[in-house]
């Protein structure tokens, strides 16, 4: 069952879970996230990278909106970091229920205009909109990028930057970083800060950079208005550990329905255990009521 963003979350949000969203680069990990969230009864969502994109050709979302439409499973297409309206307006054309419009890097002034025109656009075919308001940080091998130094997002420009904009979500800088903490060790999330922002700003949150944090941490999140915890990392790692250790211990094979199912395998209990720890697990049926 495909729903946009705004509709998928409000769920999320009222019952105090986050949904998984999970980056698909090929057609593997759309079935990794498709039969984890059958297997968990799960809602989840399904993004793209702009990266991802000129991997996969535009053509890919088809694929992907033909099997969200045949599970009865709530799923949302959603485009991760736009950085332009043409790739919103790219994304919209092609098929996504929602779009990030990624200006955090501009002014405050500027990121409120370009996340405007876009909720103008999206809205007006019912896609839901995602923005950033602060910076997340960026580990090594993240092709998700991010700054050097994280920006904490400021409670009170969150509160006019919702109110200016009318976005549907906010991914907020709270101490994540995209990609894995290997040389920088794992974070401490400030989950204060999340409780203000929280407080000022009566629309689901986003946590970027979902991946190797303390499951403590992120446990908490959603009881502070993270309705979204993006994952990425975690899942890719898994397929191709698994991959990686297959390859070498079969050096002959060469059939991709031989060397698939072990990585796609491993991906999907990453998946799972995700879905049990955003709290997402079991919830399907919220959404049908
Ligand atoms: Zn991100």
């Known amino acids: 069952m495909l729903l946009n963003m705004k509709d998928l979350l409000k769920t999320a949000y009222e019952n105090q879970f986050a949904v998984g969203s ?26 793209i990278h702009p990266n991802e994109i000129e991997l996969l050709g535009d053509e890919f979302t088809a694929y992907v909106r033909e099997i969200c439409q045949r599970t009865s499973i709530p799923v949302a297409i959603h485009l991760d970091h736009g950085a332009s309206v043409q790739d919103v307006m790219r994304a919209i054309r092609n098929g996504f229920t929602s779009v990030m419009i990624d200006a955090s890097h501009a002014s405050f002034e500027d990121n409120i205009a370009v996340t405007k025109e876009v909720v103008k656009l999206a809205h007006a075919v019912n896609v839901s909109v995602e923005a950033e308001l602060g910076t997340i940080g960026s580990n090594d ?59 000022q700003v009566d629309i689901p949150l986003v946590l970027h950079g979902g991946s190797d944090n303390k499951d403590e941490e992120i446990s908490q999140t959603y009881l502070h208005g993270v309705s979204k915890i993006n994952l990425s990392t975690d899942m890719k790692n898994a397929f191709f550990q698994e991959m990686r250790s297959f390859l070498i211990e079969n050096q002959d094979a060469y059939e991709p329905d031989v060397i698939m199912p072990s990585a796609r395998n491993a991906a999907k209990e990453v998946v799972k255990k995700k879905m049990d720890l955003f709290n997402s697990t079991n919830h399907a049926h919220l959404y049908f009521k």
């Open 22 to 47: 999970y980056n698909v680069a090929n057609s593997e990990f759309v079935r990794v996230v498709i039969e984890a969230a059958e297997e968990k009864n799960a809602p989840a969502i399904i993004q």
């Open 141 to 199: 091998n993240s092709s998700e990028g991010g700054a050097d130094q994280i920006l904490y997002t400021d409670p009170q420009d969150a509160k006019i930057f919702v109110e200016e904009t009318g976005v549907d979500t906010l991914a907020v800088a709270i101490g994540t970083s995209h990609g894995q903490y290997k040389h920088a060790g794992k974070p401490e999330l400030k989950l204060d800060l999340l409780e203000e922002i929280h407080q």
